[in-house]
């Protein structure tokens, strides 16, 4: 399975086949021990929910659910193509800021627009971590309705929307700035821009 420039051969394949493959094939191979805790989320739907939906509901559960991952991620990746030009054509890329015309994210259809929203916040945040899936679709519902918003996205992104532009700038924190190192005869004086630091004698 391809992500971007990221390969993934063995996703879809389970625990138990690749152990099996290991052992016939005398490769020999490690068991994570935190893969049997189930405070984690990830085993707890590995170890619970997925033999529960197999006993309660349906014997073929994970199959199904790995064929609708395969599907919705050749889609994705399908969607992402043509999202990628348009993203081009259309932002307005400064140092620290994405800008798109309103009414061009209004008139593209929710899949594309949704994702030239990502790739602008991707762009100044660095990744997608830190940022709900719903904010997304809180900027998408404004452009629809018409609403002008701003709000604070994560830690280092922030977004205004109004009738004429959808704007994404990043936070940039304000850091006390350090006045270089230097000696301070007695008497004497030194000299910083417009300032200074004058020494005397005590008396």
Do not use: W
């Not at 005398?26 to 997925?50: A, C, E, M, P, T």
């Not at 994210?105 to 990502?118: D, E, H, K, N, T």
């Not at 971590?129 to 018409?146: M, Q």
């Amino acid at each position: 399975m391809r992500q971007g420039n990221l390969i993934r051969p063995l996703i879809h394949q389970s625990r138990i086949a690749t152990a099996e493959y290991c052992r016939a094939e005398g490769i020999g191979f490690r068991i994570d021990s935190s893969n049997n805790k189930n405070k984690y989320r990830r085993n707890h739907l590995r170890n619970v929910l997925i033999p529960m939906l197999h006993q309660e509901y349906n014997s073929s559960a994970s199959e199904n659910i790995k064929r609708l991952s395969i599907m919705a991620a050749r889609d994705n990746e399908y969607l992402n193509s043509i999202a990628k030009p348009i993203f081009e054509s259309l932002a307005q890329i400064q140092l620290g800021e994405v800008a798109f015309e309103t009414e061009n994210l209004a008139s593209q259809p929710p899949a594309i627009s949704s994702r030239l929203l990502r790739n602008a916040i991707q762009i100044l945040a660095g990744d997608l971590n830190d940022v709900p899936g719903a904010v997304v679709e809180r900027i998408l519902s404004a452009i629809e309705s018409h609403s002008s918003i701003s709000f604070q996205i994560s830690a280092s992104v922030k977004v205004m929307v109004t009738q004429e532009l959808t704007t994404f700038r990043q936070i940039t924190s304000r850091k006390t700035a350090r006045l270089p190192k230097k000696e301070l005869p007695i008497p004497g004086d030194i000299i910083y821009g417009k300032g200074a630091i004058i020494s005397e004698h005590a008396t």
